[in-house]
């Protein structure tokens, strides 16, 4: 968590062309596909598939969440997490597995053994300045949207805090025009 004088410099990708092709990364990245894709994807880091996304590959992964539509086999080295309306045509194999409410997944899942997540670390929670940086905004935006409820916040007092979970979802359900 960067407020712990942790600083990570995060690369984005933020995909929002028609592509086809294998696209493989050897570092962490932060991959956001909201266009169409068709191919493989060989990731490392976070992978987010938008809700307006259309991806035609098999998939490897560590951390993916989906709102659109895949079809392919998927392998996350530690979780997949399906958001409505995702919906997945594919088998896949994962530790760890959540699917929202009104997320389809038609196909077989096999969940190739635990995940252990410390109970402080499933829960990362940042302020202002530091959703500002993950989304590459001004924090006045980030405050304004949160203050008028476009971005997912806690308000505690007079100050926003925001679940990284809840700020991952919003940026895959694609609220941001």
Not at 46 to 71: C, H, M, Q, W, Y
Request: include cysteine; charged fraction near 30%.
């Amino acid at each position: 968590m960067l407020g712990k004088g942790k600083k990570i410099e995060e690369k984005v990708l933020d995909v929002d062309a028609t592509m086809q092709g294998t696209m493989s990364f050897k570092d962490p990245v932060n991959l956001h596909i909201n266009g169409r894709f068709e191919g493989t994807l060989d990731t490392r880091g976070t992978l987010t598939i938008g809700e307006k996304a259309f991806v035609n590959a098999n998939i490897v992964g560590d951390e993916i969440t989906i709102a659109g539509r895949v079809s392919g086999e998927i392998v996350a080295k530690k979780s997949i997490r399906l958001i409505s309306p995702a919906r997945v045509d594919g088998n896949i194999k994962t530790p760890l597995l959540e699917i929202d409410k009104g997320a389809v997944l038609n196909g077989n899942c096999q969940m190739t053994g635990s995940v252990k997540v410390p109970a402080q670390a499933s829960t990362e929670i940042m302020d202002a300045d530091e959703v500002a940086r993950y989304l590459e905004i001004e924090a006045s935006l980030v405050n304004e949207w949160a203050g008028s409820g476009k971005l997912p916040a806690i308000r505690d007092g007079g100050v926003f805090h925001f679940d990284k979970a809840k700020i991952d979802e919003w940026i895959a359900s694609e609220r941001v025009k």
